[in-house]
């Protein structure tokens, strides 16, 4: 609520404006002497107008600030004050509508809204501008006197009769106790606004960097208000016989005007206040109400005349609102960018760099288009000669792009300032931008480069989220393509092996044992002879003993009765010309059967396949894993590949030194593994 009363109040300063222009030129000219040096139009009119406006603005960005409400409050009753001291004059002195009576009590109004609480709250501004609060404690006994003074002067009205204020009663002589309180008032007044005046350079004084740029605007224009009012009074006092002088008045009514400039050009140029955003906003509102209301009443003045109907007329409408809709939105950002630069001067192209790099960052760019845009935008910010923008990947890599501007190379580079891009859950990259050798990084700009530091952080944990998501999916297609191989060659391997388990009993066993049934087919009804019966059970004998070497590989009864120790001891003593070494600690204890079963088979893959000179089984000393090593071993790339997918299914390790191999097998194997068989 409190952000927009100040608005009506503004509007309220606007339209006594206009009735005292009026009334003013109604009874005399707008620019005569007595108009100009006496009443003040239009330099009073324009500085009321300004304070009321400028004072709302403030109020909408920071409603409690007092600095706002003093100046919508000065500038209400200062276009207050100016149209009742104009129609007082127009019925006293130009015989207007209206009765003597009335202008008295007019100039009464005017006299109490005017020159003494006018000059109370500018004091009252001058000793808290640009805070609101006083430069130190010391200084409050001055604002107090200022508001004596207001007190004093409007004392000094209210026991004054009304015909006594504008000279229409009989002079007494000397100076009425109403004079004297207003003229006590008045001085009073006019030495805490001086006072005032000078805390303000006491304030500038101890200012630094931005903040007094800003200040200083305000106090050149303040002590010119001083020194004008001190200059009135004393040529009234000395010179004028306590009337007004317009050689005095002018400067003064300039002064008040300069001081609403320069508190304006310090918000506009110096963003005192930060009001810039409002500004800005103001002035693209202003351009799109001109473009819409001129394209359509121009639409409509050139084709509505045209169309005779009702139910034409409206469609018309219709159809012109949605095509000055439609051409508004191509002319949209060229009209934000145009209210930038009126509202910031140079300052808007790290805003519209902002702008631009928000807009491109709610697009997900990939990493290629994003870095080049932070790069931009923290450069254009701090006016830097050269920016860096580098972004940390999960992997531990990064990536960096560095963005120069076209200028480059016409100043001496300064420092690098580092900006960290982070968010809640760390540092996610770094931005850098290089200064020239004769500044430092200004407020504005490193507030601008912190904006664009965090929204940086969100797009970059977005691009680190990709990666890692990319990463991720890679290796799990590499995952999927070793799984594949591995499918395919334990299918070859299994196919392979039963082709030549099936061609070995075809020509081993099957073989015999056809030639047996044919002789027992061929035996006489007598039976066979001792000879014949000798031969039989030697054939029978050789083809048993041909099935029992070529089942050798398969998976032996007594590695699962006995273990992993008993089974590689019995197949060693078949297998002659290998040395098998098994450690107390292996053959102690049972080891689970998968990590059994997959040593065992290496192993008798790797005797099967070259020969192993020395063979030993041992439980690996840095862990709780079953260690095998084999010595003097020539694998093939076939057999060395089926070995290493049976370790690997088991989460295992196989190293191949050239004529060693180590194979280490956890005993505590993934349930998830591929079972070995």
């Not at 204020?165 to 007044?189: H, K, M, Q, R, Y």
């Not at 995952?479 to 196919?495: N, P, V, Y």
Request: charged share 20%.
């Amino acid at each position: 609520m409190s952000r927009v009363i100040p608005w009506p109040l503004a509007l309220i300063s606007t339209l006594f404006v206009i009735g005292d222009t009026l009334i003013v030129s109604a009874y005399g000219s707008l620019w005569s002497t007595d108009t100009l040096g006496i009443h003040g139009w239009p330099f009073v009119n324009l500085a009321g107008l300004g304070c009321s406006i400028l004072g709302a603005v403030i109020v909408m960005t920071y409603p409690r600030h007092l600095i706002g409400w003093l100046l919508v409050i000065v500038g209400v009753t200062t276009s207050v004050s100016l149209l009742f001291e104009s129609y007082s004059r127009w019925v006293i002195d130009e015989g207007g509508p209206g009765s003597t009576a009335a202008g008295e009590v007019s100039a009464s109004v005017a006299l109490a809204l005017g020159g003494p609480f006018a000059l109370s709250v500018l004091g009252m501004i001058f000793l808290t501008v640009p805070d609101g609060e006083f430069v130190s404690p010391r200084w409050r006994p001055v604002a107090w006197a200022a508001c004596l003074g207001c007190v004093l002067s409007l004392a000094g009205l209210l026991i004054t009769p009304p015909a006594e204020i504008v000279g229409n009663a009989d002079a007494t002589g000397g100076l009425s106790p109403g004079e004297l309180l207003s003229s006590i008032g008045i001085l009073l007044t006019a030495v805490a606004l001086v006072i005032g005046a000078a805390s303000m350079v006491v304030r500038l004084r101890r200012s630094r960097g931005e903040a007094r740029q800003q200040l200083r605007w305000v106090v050149t224009a303040a002590m010119f208000v001083a020194l004008a009012l001190t200059a009135m009074l004393l040529d009234q006092a000395l010179f004028s016989d306590g009337s007004q002088s317009p050689v005095t008045s002018i400067p003064l009514y300039l002064s008040y005007v300069a001081l609403i400039g320069s508190i304006a050009i310090s918000v506009l140029r110096f963003r005192l206040y930060d009001l810039d955003i409002i500004i800005s906003r103001a002035v693209a509102l202003a351009c799109a109400t001109a473009f819409v209301t001129g394209a359509y009443v121009v639409g409509v003045v050139t084709v509505g005349d045209r169309l005779d109907g009702d139910a034409e007329s409206f469609g018309l409408s219709l159809a012109i609102t949605a095509i000055v809709s439609l051409a508004f939105q191509p002319l949209r950002r060229w009209v934000v960018r145009l209210a930038d630069r009126l509202a910031y001067g140079r300052r808007a192209q790290p805003y519209d760099a902002l702008a631009e790099f928000s807009r491109r960052a709610g697009d997900s760019p990939a990493p290629d288009q994003l870095l080049p845009a932070v790069a931009e935008a923290a450069g254009l910010a701090g006016s830097a000669l050269e920016s860096t923008a580098r972004l940390d990947l999960p992997d531990g890599t990064h990536r960096s792009a560095t963005w120069t501007p076209r200028t480059a190379g016409r100043e001496t580079p300064g420092d690098w300032v580092e900006m960290p891009v982070a968010d809640q859950s760390g540092q996610v990259g770094t931005i850098r931008i290089l200064l020239p050798a004769t500044r430092n990084l200004r407020g504005h700009e490193e507030r601008l480069m912190r904006d664009i530091a965090e929204q940086a952080a969100v797009a970059f944990r977005n691009v680190r989220l990709e990666a890692a998501l990319a990463a991720h999916v890679e290796q799990l297609d590499h995952q999927t393509d070793e799984l594949a191989a591995s499918r395919a060659r334990l299918i070859r391997a299994s196919d392979s092996e039963r082709h030549r388990l099936e061609l070995a009993i075809s020509q081993e066993v099957l073989s015999r044992l056809r030639e047996l049934r044919a002789g027992l087919a061929a035996l006489p009804d007598s039976g066979p002879t001792a000879e014949q019966a000798g031969d039989f059970v030697t054939d029978a004998t050789t083809a048993l003993e041909s099935l029992r070497d070529l089942t050798k590989g398969l998976h032996p009864t007594l590695l699962t009765r006995s273990g992993l120790a008993s089974a590689l001891t019995s197949y060693v003593a078949r297998n002659a010309g290998t040395t098998l070494v098994i450690e107390p600690a292996v053959s102690a204890a049972r080891w689970p059967d998968r990590v059994e079963a997959a040593a065992y088979f290496c192993c008798t893959h790797a005797i099967m396949s070259g020969g192993v000179e020395a063979m030993t089984l041992r439980v690996a000393p840095e862990s709780d894993a079953l260690e095998v090593e084999l010595a003097g071993t020539d694998l093939d790339a076939t057999v060395r590949q089926s070995m290493v997918d049976r370790v690997e299914a088991l989460r295992g390790v196989l190293e191949d030194d050239g004529g060693r191999v180590v194979i280490r097998l956890p005993r505590e194997a993934d349930q998830s593994a591929v079972p070995v068989s």
